[in-house]
């Protein structure tokens, strides 16, 4: 069964602005993990967040997570024409295994 | 620099041949993933490995099975092929070497396979 929506599912923004894409999942987790896939091929992971984390930065990109709320949220500062890509997050429990969201399409005109 | 790598990019097959789909890391990973990709459905996990020949069930294995006889290769199969498995299929892997589920998967290409 699927275990995290994103939203929203497309997202058109100009060069220079930020970028902020929300993640909803239903069940307790270890830890949630964004990626990027850029159009036609494969997933590149981002960054983890740990459940028991609530803001996690690299680089351009900041992460929050409530945990109470069952969700997360994927900012993205002073986006570039190279950020476009689809954006996933992703669950984890204690196994390896990971449960997919369905996925935002950002899109960043110049 | 770590890789994963699929068989093909591109495949084209008609209803009811066998289909192979190849899987090889590089990593020395233990722990490796198929996942199909549809629009507006995200991934969605068909089978995973945790080591040599082992095998679970994802969320959608019907129509499919794998096998894993080296560490290094998993092989996604379609034993009858039918138009409903037209999908990118993707292949990832990951190591278990933190024991809580934090390991990133490793992703390859994808291989865009139609079935006609």
């Known amino acids: 069964s699927q275990q995290g929506e994103e939203d929203p599912q497309a997202l058109s923004i100009q060069e220079g602005e930020n970028a902020t894409m929300n993640c909803s999942y239903k069940t307790s987790i270890n830890n949630l993990q964004w990626y990027r896939q850029n159009s036609g091929r494969g997933l590149v992971h981002l960054i983890l967040?740990?459940?028991?984390?609530r803001e996690k930065h690299s680089g351009r990109l900041r992460v929050t997570l409530d945990t109470s709320k069952k969700s997360s949220s994927l900012l993205i500062t002073a986006s570039r024409a190279a950020d476009t890509a689809s954006y996933f997050c992703?669950?984890?429990?204690?196994?390896?295994?990971?449960?997919f969201g369905t996925g935002t399409r950002l899109q960043v005109t110049l | 620099d770590v890789k994963v790598t699929q068989s093909s990019r591109y495949l084209v097959k008609r209803t009811g041949e066998k289909v192979f789909l190849e899987c090889v890391q590089d990593m020395d990973h233990e722990n490796m993933f198929w996942y199909r990709q549809d629009p507006g459905l995200g991934l969605r996990l068909i089978y995973f490995s945790y080591d040599v020949k082992m095998k679970e069930k994802g969320d959608i294995p019907e129509g499919y099975s794998v096998s894993r006889e080296k560490k290094e290769r998993f092989s996604l199969i379609l034993e009858s092929a039918s138009t409903n498995q037209t999908s990118m299929y993707l292949c990832a892997s990951s190591s278990s070497f933190s024991g809580r589920g934090e390991d990133e998967q490793f992703f390859g290409p994808g291989t865009r396979l139609t079935v006609l």
């Open positions: 967040i740990r459940s028991n984390e």
């Open positions: 992703a669950t984890s429990g204690t196994a390896s295994k990971l449960t």
